[in-house]
């Protein structure tokens, strides 16, 4: 009995996967500059605020010439690092 042909197999697709680049996903980290902005920015309001009340029967620091200003300043100072605190991942 005359034997059948053989079947040529068809080509491993696995030089083609090799050759593509995987994709990767961007880092969503923080940047480096986030945190200790935020925290500096907390800090820094507080003490305008803290400065602001100890002081305020005389010299009425840290800026005496805006006077009750000074609780706004601090106030915005604190929502700034707030602020921040949002993009905090």
Same mark, same amino acid.
């Given at each position: 009995?005359?034997?059948?042909?053989?079947?040529?197999?068809?080509?491993?697709?696995?030089?083609?996967?090799? #050759?593509?680049?995987?994709?990767?996903? =961007?880092?969503? $980290?923080?940047?480096?500059?986030? !945190?200790?902005?935020? %925290?500096? &920015?907390?800090?820094?309001?507080?003490?305008?605020?803290?400065?602001?009340?100890?002081?305020? #029967?005389?010299?009425?620091?840290?800026? =005496?010439?805006? $006077?009750?200003?000074?609780?706004? !300043?601090?106030?915005? %100072?604190? &929502?700034?690092?707030?602020?921040?605190?949002?993009?905090?991942?």
């Amino acid at each position: 009995m005359p034997e059948s042909k053989s079947r040529k197999k068809p080509e491993k697709a696995t030089a083609a996967k090799a #050759s593509t680049p995987k994709i990767t996903k =961007p880092t969503t $980290g923080n940047p480096p500059w986030l !945190v200790p902005t935020m %925290i500096t &920015l907390f800090i820094v309001g507080i003490l305008w605020v803290v400065t602001f009340y100890l002081t305020s #029967s005389g010299l009425r620091l840290p800026v =005496p010439a805006i $006077g009750q200003w000074n609780i706004a !300043v601090g106030f915005a %100072i604190l &929502l700034a690092g707030f602020g921040l605190s949002t993009r905090w991942k």
